[in-house]
């Protein structure tokens, strides 16, 4: 069964960092990129990027390319996710997801 | 970019009936398409993808249609569970999802 387990809910501060995870499980982890989605509270979906795990290489939405950093370690099968510079604009649910099947969503709240 | 509007955002329909959602592209999109149903604090779930090919242990009354710019989701008879908001997405170029219809019961 394919499962991708998220990281908990994080509360940060404005102008802060956070890194949430994504671990993979039920299939070869490196077979599959790795994409990441945002959602703000009651709206749409937005494709931050994705990772190929097996290379390391990244494609970023441009809205993200100086907000986020997508890493993947094949050690461990998780996938990463940093948000640099956080606002309020940053808060919102997280979803990783091979595109078939998607973590449960990690929720990431700015405030100070 | 490829940009995606579906219609309507918001839709009201009875049990039993036949229920219709549009998606259109701003661009050809060769088929290049998914429906997710998300219910309330879940993520995504994928009904259909490459336009009309049902994912597995979706239920027979899903179906999916379209080509070029326009694509449809259509429920056969609609039932209680399948209360939810609805994205479509493109993968002909990187991804775009559209902004969803809320699916109620009327």
């Known amino acids: 069964e394919v499962l991708l387990q998220q990281s908990g809910a994080e509360l940060v501060r404005p102008g802060s960092s956070v890194k949430i995870s994504c671990k993979a499980s039920?299939?070869?982890?490196?077979?599959?990129?790795m994409h990441w989605v945002k959602q703000r509270p009651e709206q749409g979906l937005v494709w931050i990027g994705r990772i190929n795990p097996a290379n390391g290489n990244t494609v970023y939405a441009e809205k993200f390319k100086s907000k986020a950093t997508l890493t993947a370690d094949k050690s461990s099968n998780t996938a990463y996710m940093q948000l640099s510079s956080l606002t309020s604009e940053d808060t919102a649910t997280y979803f990783c997801?091979?595109?078939?099947?998607w973590g449960q969503g990690t929720l990431v709240t700015v405030s100070s | 970019d490829i940009q995606m509007t579906q219609s309507p955002s918001l839709l009201s329909a009875s049990v039993g009936d036949r229920v219709t959602l549009s998606c259109k592209a701003s661009q050809n999109i060769y088929k290049y398409l998914n429906w997710y149903q998300q219910k309330l604090g879940e993520a995504p779930k994928l009904l259909i993808y490459y336009t009309n090919s049902l994912q597995t242990g979706i239920p027979s009354r899903f179906s999916g249609s379209g080509s070029g710019t326009d694509y449809t989701l259509t429920i056969s008879s609609l039932q209680p569970e399948d209360v939810a908001t609805y994205f479509c997405?493109?993968?002909?170029?990187?991804?775009?999802f559209g902004g969803g219809t809320k699916l109620e019961l009327k």
């Open positions: 997801t091979r595109w078939d099947f």
């Open positions: 039920g299939y070869t982890f490196t077979d599959y990129y």
């Open positions: 997405q493109q993968y002909n170029s990187w991804w775009t």
